[in-house]
């Protein structure tokens, strides 16, 4: 399999594994999709790390494969490959992606569907499809944008130019910076510090975040405010008040 799923402790790995640079051909978009929303079903699973490995995390798409797309070849495959990597974008769980290497085209933009990335001080990242004549085609354009505003995002677009780990850092583009060595373990500690806390609040904050970024602000805070009251109804919520009027802050113990 190019692409699998291993839990351990609470931790989903989402494990790209196609040597020798994890190019995303059609096959992996599918699997990719299929992994991430069973990531997103099994109760097993309450964060998710997307790794590629200590090598790369993912130079892009499979070129020689476009290449002998035609329009209509492209037209049909253009709405799956979307829908895998907002499958990932979309899992209702916290979601670390551990950056080594190159994340160029197609692997950015599945950075990008991650909620926090840690980067290797050595990793390299970027949308080179101008450089092909194309644009990204994985939700590029719009979640980059989101993420380092538009005029970045427009710059690394339209140059198709590379930035390394302390510019990705500086305009926001990634989230911590580390050593290559320490990528995988910093962000299997972040995740698995998620894994402990209250599911279903993780959950809602994601929600609101996300679905907040795409309304104006009244609807936004409409949003948050469902969210908000509809956790009163849950244990985590009586789990973390008991806790904290009975032990203090911080001690309370999730299921």
């Not at 989903?12 to 929303?37: H, K």
């Not at 992606?97 to 994340?103: M, N, P, R």
């Not at 160029?104 to 290797?120: N, T």
């Not at 354009?141 to 995002?153: H, K």
Request: proline share 5%; aromatic share 4%; net charge negative.
């Amino acid at each position: 399999m190019t692409v699998t799923l291993e839990v351990a402790d609470g931790v989903g790995t989402i494990r790209l594994d196609r040597p020798p640079m994890n190019a995303l051909d059609s096959a992996m978009q599918d699997r990719l999709r299929e992994v991430a929303r069973e990531a997103g079903r099994r109760p097993d699973v309450r964060a998710v790390v997307l790794w590629g490995g200590e090598k790369v995390f993912a130079a892009g798409a499979d070129i020689k494969e476009m290449q002998a797309m035609s329009y209509e070849d492209m037209a049909d495959r253009a709405g799956p490959l979307q829908e895998a990597f907002t499958a990932v974008a979309r899992i209702p769980k916290p979601v670390v992606a551990a950056v080594t290497g190159y994340a160029l085209g197609g692997g950015c933009e599945l950075a990008l569907c991650a909620d926090i990335r840690i980067a290797a001080q050595d990793a390299r990242l970027g949308q080179p499809e101008i450089l092909l004549g194309l644009i990204p085609g994985a939700g590029g354009t719009q979640r980059l944008a989101r993420l380092v505003g538009p005029s970045r995002a427009k710059d690394l677009i339209f140059t198709g130019r590379m930035v390394g780990a302390a510019e990705a850092l500086a305009i926001g583009l990634v989230d911590q910076v580390v050593p290559a060595a320490e990528v995988h373990a910093r962000a299997l500690a972040w995740a698995a510090r998620l894994a402990r806390g209250p599911a279903y609040a993780l959950r809602a904050a994601k929600e609101a975040v996300d679905a907040g970024l795409e309304t104006d602000l009244d609807s936004g805070l409409a949003i948050e405010r469902g969210l908000f009251a509809g956790l009163f109804a849950t244990a985590d919520r009586e789990t973390g008040m008991r806790s904290f009027i009975e032990d203090g802050p911080g001690k309370a113990e999730f299921r």
